[in-house]
């Protein structure tokens, strides 16, 4: 399973290097359920192994000058301040179970995979449904940039996910941006995003085995250098509807896995 784990942290890196989100929303169940990694570090993982692939990811996009430094900071500092609130104040005294009924106990490890796999099959509709990235405002909307990047941070620090498909929407409609601008963009974000979070988690003691985490994210980078050079050729807009089928069926399986089994 360990090998099959390797060869998926290898896709998370070529979608995130395609179409700039949706990749990062694999990283916790290849984590969970190939490497048998416990969901809350899962979470922890997630933020560094999505943070330093989009670090390379957005270094690649900044080279063909997509990067709107301003649209990233608007939206990536009250992301910031959600993920420190989420990850350091709230996410800590969420109690390992958490009720029982019956003989059944539903535990923090549960609620966040359920929670997580709803996350992912909103993310899948969004990347079906015909792509709508010529549609843009007048002009940029900063202060609902900053919000949603508000709500993003809420979502990244619960669940250890970059919020991809949420960024490039908001940087489409909301920031005025072209499709790959957005992406190259949103993996800023990300980077801030998932640096600010792991490091918090460093700050509150969460144990962290490097010598894994390395080793999962250098496939991830092997990964995000194969999905840059496919983007220079490839429009990854045509391939989201297609990754968006296999996310769905992926967050299915999730709860059916959790609830079932």
């Known amino acids: ?61 900044y080279k063909m000058g997509n990067l709107k430094l301003k649209s990233a900071l608007y939206f990536a500092v009250p992301s910031v301040i959600s993920i420190l609130i989420i990850r350091e104040v709230i996410f800590p005294q969420i109690a390992a179970t958490l009720f029982s009924v019956a003989s059944y106990t539903v535990s923090k490890d549960f609620l966040i995979m359920i929670i997580f796999s709803i996350l992912m099959i909103t993310a899948a509709i969004s990347m079906i449904k015909k792509n709508q990235s010529d549609i843009k405002s007048a002009e940029t909307n900063y202060l609902q940039l900053s919000f949603i990047g508000f709500l993003v941070g809420i979502v990244t620090g619960f669940l250890g996910a970059g919020g991809g498909f949420l960024i490039i929407p908001a940087l489409l409609f909301f920031a005025n941006l072209p499709m790959k601008q957005a992406v190259g963009t949103s993996l800023l974000i990300i980077t801030i995003n998932s640096s600010i979070g792991f490091a918090g988690d460093l700050y509150i003691g969460t144990p962290i085995n490097y010598t894994f985490l390395l080793s999962v994210s250098a496939m991830a980078l092997i990964g995000m250098l194969i999905g840059s050079q496919f983007s220079k050729k490839i429009d990854g807009t045509k391939l989201k509807p297609l990754f968006g089928w296999f996310v769905l069926v992926m967050g299915f399986y999730i709860i059916a896995k959790e609830v079932l089994f």
Do not use: C, R, W
Request: glycine letters at 14%; a negative charge.
């Open 1 to 61: 399973m360990e090998y099959l784990g390797f060869f998926a942290s290898i896709i998370i890196g070529i979608t995130l290097g395609l179409i700039g989100g949706g990749g990062s929303i694999l990283t916790i169940p290849i984590l969970v359920y190939l490497f048998k990694v416990n969901p809350d570090q899962a979470t922890s993982y997630s933020l560094f192994i999505v943070g330093l692939t989009a670090l390379f990811g957005s270094y690649s996009h």
